[in-house]
């Protein structure tokens, strides 16, 4: 049972990330683009302000897995990387903390690029 609890509290926090992005994009004249960006920033906040870890605590993957958790882990390895250099190691910190999925994204991306085909939508 507690299994499914916890599976009910990741979908819940997750399903109410997206609900609030779907009304934003439904009832805002926001781009995807500019709400991606903003949750980004909300993961960035929400790390500064220390309030991060304990919904991660609470909702586990459901607040980790979409951008806000990108956002956290920049803000995460840039504090850390000020703490030990400075300003540069606040840049190099931020880049070295999400580098392994960075990486997966532009190989990835490159990959499809080369096997898929490239067309003009039909209007």
Request: charged share 15%; net charge positive.
């Amino acid at each position: 049972m507690e299994i499914f609890l916890t599976y009910l509290k990741v979908f819940a926090v997750g399903g109410l990330v997206c609900m609030l992005g779907q009304i934003l994009i439904n009832k805002t004249k926001m781009s995807s683009a500019r709400i991606l960006v903003l949750y980004m920033l909300l993961g960035v906040v929400l790390e500064v302000c220390g309030a991060f870890d304990y919904i991660k605590e609470f909702a586990g993957s459901g607040i980790t897995i979409p951008i806000t958790g990108f956002g956290s882990n920049v803000a995460k390895g840039a504090l850390e990387g000020a703490k030990a250099d400075g300003f540069l190691g606040a840049v190099a910190g931020g880049l070295r903390s999400v580098s392994a999925g960075l990486t997966v994204a532009i190989v990835c991306g490159f990959v499809f690029g080369l096997i898929s085909r490239s067309r003009s939508k039909k209007m």
